[in-house]
């Protein structure tokens, strides 16, 4: 988890959650894949077209995405990939804050721990041939151009892009590290 607290463990279909330091059992159940938000917030993909979001480690609340779900991915906001990369908040009704018209490889968050005022606003999107660096709005609201099937046009901001076939990332404060398959 973001405030290392918590241990998953995903595979043959099964989740788990253990404690860090007691390694006592939190929570359980199945799902397809599962990634952490902020704090005690976790979300499940269930299927190719359900999602389950759990806060604080109550009952998971379910949703389908209209797009479908082939990937999920954790951070600051919840990453739902089919075609598209959709990003929701991490709320028991999730909103759509931003559809991005790629189709992701990988997604990594700026630390969300740190005591950075930066902390958890950059977002780096890899596709099979780009990168692309994400600075997140989160007054996005206040811009008056919010389209619940689309999100906002102004919930990011590119800061920069690059050619390149990432196979691995990691941000360090407000740098990006990566490794280029090529």
């Known amino acids: 988890s973001s405030n290392n607290r918590y241990v998953s463990i995903c595979g043959e279909y099964e989740y788990a959650i253990y404690s860090a330091l007691a390694w006592r059992s939190k929570s359980f159940g199945q799902a397809q894949e599962f990634v952490w938000g902020v704090g005690d917030v976790f979300a499940?993909?269930?299927?190719?077209?359900?999602?389950?979001?759990s806060t604080s480690f109550q009952d998971p609340v379910e949703f389908a995405?209209?797009?479908?779900?082939?990937?999920?991915?954790?951070?600051?906001?919840?990453?739902i990939a089919s075609d598209v990369i959709s990003f929701y908040t991490w709320d028991t009704k999730p909103t759509l804050v931003r559809q991005i018209d790629v189709k992701?490889?990988?997604?990594?968050?700026?630390?969300?721990?740190?005591?950075?005022?930066?902390?958890?606003t950059y977002v780096a999107i890899s596709t099979h041939d780009s990168l692309f660096v994400l600075q997140y709005n989160e007054g996005y609201m206040d811009n008056n151009d919010y389209d619940?099937?689309?999100?906002?046009?102004?919930a990011f901001i590119m800061v920069g892009e690059s050619d390149g076939n990432i196979q691995s990332g990691l941000w360090f404060g407000d740098i990006f590290f990566f490794i280029d398959k090529n």
């Open 44 to 53: 499940l993909r269930k299927s190719n077209s359900t999602v389950a979001i």
């Open 148 to 154: 619940p099937e689309a999100g906002s046009e102004s």
């Open 104 to 120: 992701p490889t990988g997604i990594w968050w700026s630390t969300m721990n740190s005591t950075s005022f930066t902390s958890g």
């Open 65 to 79: 995405p209209p797009l479908g779900v082939s990937r999920i991915y954790g951070g600051y906001l919840l990453g």
